[in-house]
């Protein structure tokens, strides 16, 4: 078989196709920041930094595929939050002032556009550049920010969403604030779509297991990712879902929402995954971000890549970091991470 670009290879797993070697799709934007010598607070509201920091890192490192992110407050400051903008680290939204005060305020809240509300556009204009400046080789995935549940954690506070979770009376008005995060992050990741991304995707972390239960991710946070999965994938565009930490005990019903792509964090185990998530389904994960990426040594990272590719069989399978990569992650370590799948992911 010739050698496919990074692009070829992302491409052809996510059509059930053979590709040459596992595809590699780091996430990197923190890191790519570093390596660029630029810092992450730059990019807030500047996506040509933003993109150069991505296109230096991936020639620098050769990996298959970018990943466009900034923060995981852009989409909840297009709702109306407030947000903290630092330095060296990303942009958080301020929880001293919440959009959504009372949950029966819901039907105030104004659905915003992607192109023209907040910083949402500086998003997009990095995935038109970065696609017009490496995407005929590189795959692009177009970050769509939150994911509902997280976001509606977000828009009222996440100790205050909690707490009316607990509240059975709560439970309309709860959904319905799911549901306009749904929209809001639909409107989002189609246009990522129309800026060129090759796929698009949401974080719910705040949706996984760390947070609730199994239970209440069936009830609240998944029927919302189900939908959102088949209005956004009905358009043409692979999508992409995102749960931080332990998901084992959820990982059938994330196979069951129908996207095409599971981002998922270093405590699933990948040989279960691989056996209850559909065949169809692409597993992005899940070398460690904190040990081995940035306190391993390069044979760690290895061992780890090399595990991840033998536990899924190289099948369905982009190999990543579990979670976004540190921007001190030693150079040497991503070194690792590429070359792994080169040595092990052979087809």
């Not at 590719?309 to 030693?330: K, V, Y």
Request: hydrophobic share 45%.
């Amino acid at each position: 078989m010739s050698e496919m670009t990074g692009l070829q290879r992302c491409q052809a797993v996510l059509t059930g196709e053979v590709a040459d070697q596992v595809p590699v799709v780091p996430q990197t934007f923190m890191f790519a920041a570093e390596t660029a010598g630029i810092r992450v607070g730059e990019f807030a509201y500047n996506a040509a930094k933003m993109v150069e920091a991505q296109v230096i890192s991936q020639a620098k490192y050769g990996y298959d595929g970018c990943v466009i992110d900034f923060d995981d407050a852009t989409l909840a400051e297009a709702c109306g939050a407030k947000v903290i903008f630092r330095d060296y680290e990303p942009a958080i939204v301020d929880e001293s002032e919440l959009v959504v005060k009372d949950l029966r305020d819901v039907d105030k809240l104004k659905l915003p556009d992607p192109w023209k509300d907040g910083r949402l556009p500086v998003w997009l204009e990095a995935t038109r550049l970065l696609k017009d400046r490496i995407g005929d080789h590189v795959f692009i995935m177009g970050r769509a920010d939150q994911g509902p549940f997280s976001l509606a954690c977000l828009l009222r506070g996440p100790q205050q969403f909690m707490m009316d979770l607990l509240d059975d009376e709560n439970i309309e008005p709860i959904k319905q604030l799911i549901d306009y995060c749904r929209q809001a992050c639909a409107r989002f990741a189609l246009a990522q779509k129309e800026a060129g991304a090759h796929a698009t995707s949401i974080g719910d972390a705040f949706a996984g297991p760390s947070l609730i239960s199994p239970a209440m991710y069936r009830e609240f946070a998944m029927e919302p990712q189900v939908r959102l999965a088949e209005e956004v994938q009905a358009a043409g565009i692979p999508f992409s879902i995102h749960i931080c930490g332990n998901t084992n005990g959820i990982i059938a019903d994330m196979g069951r929402t129908h996207a095409r792509i599971l981002e998922v964090d270093w405590k699933l185990d990948m040989a279960e995954a691989r056996r209850v998530v559909p065949a169809t389904t692409v597993l992005m994960g899940n070398v460690n971000p904190s040990d081995p990426l940035v306190l391993g040594t390069p044979t760690d990272v290895d061992a780890a890549a090399r595990k991840v590719i033998e536990a899924t069989g190289g099948r369905g399978l982009f190999l990543s970091s579990g979670c976004a990569m540190g921007r001190n992650t030693p150079p040497e370590n991503m070194k690792a991470l590429v070359s792994a799948a080169n040595k092990y992911g052979k087809m």
